[in-house]
């Protein structure tokens, strides 16, 4: 109480000019204090009386935020934190010949172009060499193009309804100098919310591992940004892809997602000159031997597989593997054992699936509809056309007989349609060209109001565009 009494004369004779006696126990409790003040506090010293005040900072100026993911230490920095403007990649200083303006991507909505990096970028532990940059202010690392890009494999600093054509001044840029791959989306509107102003953000995927966002202008604050036409997102995803049989179609094969880990921002800390940086954490995938791998005190539960020569705890994008060669079930303990073990017939395909739904990782049961199929099939899903199983019943002539049929069917339009192309003046081609439609039916997925659909499009090109569609469902 008398320490207390003696700070409040202190505050006050420093209120005054006079200040406190050196070596005031009132002096050594201000000095304690301040070193206790919680985060978001600003210390300032009263150069002339000696006294201590203590400024409560705006909760957008939080120094450091930092968050322990099982993947990534992640670090947020408020505005008033000169680290993070250290963070900024300022694009016009930069070298030119590394920053390109992608051409499409500038000037059109919901479009998606990968882009080849110069350097192998870890992710989640795993080597990657493309990208996928999507106008919706996100970069998109999975291998295969799929209905739901904006769902999981992904790097957003803010995904949302981003419409690049809107303005002339809006940009798509990009910058890869052999160390760092930057994505910025500079001066880029909301479609059809254009009065809240421009963003300007960006993606820096550095070749040790390092992901920073940077935020340059944020006019709102995320919270008031609508869902309803496209996810509205901040953080990290990955996920690992099977191959199941198909219900419908025993002969082919269905491609099912199971995200396995997410990091998720709190989109309120998202504001103008913040910024977030994401550390990456080591994992099973970096130990090369048996040795190291069973030894290993990471939080994950690491595994060795001899006849794939690789640590797992089970749940990356190798999982397919990992179930095919029987390593998840394989309980032996020292490397001589995993290796006399090693001797293991894969399991036929149709039992993955039990398999891949122990993990407790969000599974996307959304994938698994006939939409969902028809997409596998047009990209070409592996498994179509695959050999029967031995002691399956025998044909039936009637399905022999009418597939000669169809064969024979699909062989007349081929060649009737070789003739009239090589024939246009003829009477048949003629008669086709007069009974066209007046637009030719187009391959399309079935489309909700309320999912986000991109497309696909050739980075080396300005005028050709792709015909892959995802679909966040």
Not at 22 to 30: C, F, I, R, W
Not at 55 to 79: A, C, F, K, M, Q
Not at 124 to 146: E, M
Request: charged share 20%; net charge negative; aromatic share 8%.
């Amino acid at each position: 109480m008398r320490w207390g009494g003696l700070l409040l004369l202190c505050l006050l004779r420093g209120a005054l000019g006079a200040g406190c006696p050196p070596g005031s126990p009132a002096v050594g409790e201000g000095r304690r204090r301040a070193r206790e003040a919680p985060e978001g506090t600003r210390l300032s010293q009263d150069l002339g009386g000696g006294s201590l005040a203590i400024d409560t900072l705006p909760p957008n100026e939080t120094r450091i935020v930092e968050d322990n993911h099982s993947y990534y230490v992640s670090r947020v920095y408020g505005p008033g934190d000169a680290h993070a403007r250290g963070l900024w990649v300022d694009m016009a200083a930069a070298n030119r010949s590394h920053v390109k303006v992608h051409g499409i991507l500038s000037n059109t909505h919901r479009q998606a172009s990968r882009i080849i990096l110069s350097f192998d970028f870890p992710f989640y532990g795993h080597l990657l060499r493309q990208v996928t940059i999507a106008t919706g202010g996100f970069i998109f690392v999975g291998d295969v193009i799929h209905r739901m890009l904006t769902a999981t494999q992904y790097i957003a600093p803010l995904m949302a309804n981003f419409n690049p054509s809107y303005s002339r001044n809006s940009t798509v840029q990009y910058l890869d100098n052999g160390t760092v791959f930057v994505v910025q989306w500079d001066k880029v509107y909301l479609q059809g919310k254009e009065e809240l102003g421009s963003f300007t953000f960006q993606a820096a995927l550095h070749s040790t591992g390092r992901i920073v966002f940077g935020y340059k202008e944020i006019p709102v604050p995320v919270l008031q940004i609508s869902a309803s036409q496209h996810p509205v997102k901040a953080g990290l995803s990955d996920a690992f892809m099977i191959l199941n049989p198909s219900p419908d179609v025993p002969e082919s094969r269905r491609r099912t997602i199971y995200e396995y880990h997410r990091v998720e921002l709190d989109t309120s800390r998202i504001s103008s000159l913040a910024a977030v940086e994401f550390t990456p954490l080591p994992t099973c995938l970096q130990h090369q031997s048996c040795e190291m791998c069973v030894t290993s005190e990471l939080t994950f539960n690491c595994s060795w597989c001899h006849v794939l020569q690789r640590c797992s705890s089970g749940f990356d994008r190798h999982r397919q593997d990992w179930l095919a060669h029987g390593c998840a079930q394989s309980d032996e303990q020292t490397c001589e054992d995993l290796a006399e073990g090693s001797r293991y017939s894969a399991p036929p395909v149709g039992s993955l699936a039990p398999l891949a739904t122990s993990t407790s990782s969000l599974f996307l049961d959304s994938l698994t509809t006939e939409d969902d199929t028809k997409l596998n099939q047009f990209a070409g899903a592996e498994g179509l056309g695959s050999s029967i199983p031995s002691g399956t019943a025998p044909i039936p002539t009637g399905t022999i007989v009418g597939i000669v049929l169809a064969v024979l069917l699909l062989a007349g339009i081929i060649l009737a349609g070789i003739y009239i192309s090589s024939h246009p003046t003829s009477n048949a081609a003629l008669f086709f060209l007069e009974r066209r439609p007046r637009h030719w039916p187009a391959m399309k997925f079935r489309n909700h109001s309320s999912h986000a659909t991109y497309s696909e499009v050739e980075a080396a090109s300005q005028e050709k565009e792709g015909f892959v569609e995802a679909e966040q469902c």
